[in-house]
C-alpha cells in the first residue's frame, strides 16, 4: 500500500538542497511512499477575518494537505528559525480553530543547511508547532543535516553516492515505516474499539 504524503518545503528556490532532499526522501521508498510537493508560495498570509471566505489557495491547500496520510517538512533555517513561508503554510493549515488538517497526521521533518547545525532552530520551532497540531512527529532518527551543499547532487538533482545518500536512504526506510506504525496501529486500536462495543451490545442483549 502506497500512503499519500504532502511535502512541505520551507524555502521557495527551485534549485533548494532542501527541496532536493524532499525529493530524494521520496525516490528511495516510492514503493510505499506516494509524495506530492505542496505549493506553499501563493498561500495569503494567514488572517482571521477571512476564515468565513478563505482564499481559494487556502482552500486548495488545505484539501491537498487533508487528503494526505503523513506530512514531511523540509526546510532550510533562516535567522535561527522556520522560515516564514512555512510557518504561514502552517498557520493557514491548522485554522479555522478546531478544523486543523494536520491533526493526527503522522510527519516527520528534516532540516539541511550549508552551515554546521543543520538547521537545528527551525527544526525545533516546527516540532514545536507539530506538538500543539498534535502529529506524531518521528523522533529518530533526528535529521539535522549540515554542510549540503549543491555539490552533493547530480545535475538531474539526485544524490550523490555517498554519506549524506546513506544518510538520506536511513531517513526515508525509518519514515516510511513510522507512517506505517502510527496508521496500523490506529486501524487495529479502532477495531479492537469496534470489537468492544459490539460484545457490550450483545452481552446486554443476552442480559
Excluded at 521508498?29 to 471566505?53: H, T
Excluded at 549540503?148 to 555517498?162: N, P, Q, R, S
Excluded at 526506510?173 to 451490545?201: M, N, P, Y
Aim: overall charge negative.
Amino acid at each position: 500500500m502506497a500512503y499519500k504524503i504532502a511535502i512541505l518545503v520551507g524555502s521557495l528556490r527551485e534549485g533548494s538542497i532542501n527541496r532536493k532532499i524532499a525529493r530524494s526522501i521520496c525516490a528511495l521508498r516510492n514503493d510505499n511512499l506516494d509524495c506530492s510537493m505542496i505549493e506553499i508560495g501563493d498561500l495569503p498570509l494567514y488572517n482571521s477575518d477571512l476564515d468565513d471566505s478563505p482564499p481559494a489557495q487556502w482552500t486548495r491547500f488545505r484539501e491537498q494537505v487533508g487528503a494526505a496520510d503523513g506530512v514531511l517538512f523540509v526546510s532550510p533555517e533562516y535567522n535561527r528559525g522556520i522560515p516564514g513561508v512555512l510557518k504561514n503554510a502552517i498557520d493557514v493549515g491548522s485554522r479555522p480553530y478546531g478544523n486543523s488538517v494536520f491533526d493526527k497526521k503522522p510527519a516527520a521533518i528534516v532540516t539541511a543547511s550549508p552551515g554546521s547545525i543543520g538547521g537545528f532552530g527551525s527544526n525545533h520551532q516546527i516540532r514545536q508547532a507539530a506538538v500543539f497540531l498534535n502529529m506524531p512527529v518521528m523522533q529518530q532518527p533526528e535529521a539535522y543535516l549540515g554542510h549540503v551543499t549543491d555539490d552533493a547532487f547530480d545535475a538531474d538533482g539526485c544524490l550523490k553516492e555517498g554519506q549524506l545518500k546513506d544518510l538520506v536512504t536511513v531517513l526515508a526506510h525509518a519514515f516510511s515505516g513510522w507512517v506505517e506504525t502510527i496508521l496500523r496501529s490506529r486501524a487495529l486500536l479502532a477495531e479492537d474499539s469496534a470489537h468492544a462495543a459490539q460484545a457490550k451490545k450483545e452481552a446486554e442483549l443476552a442480559g
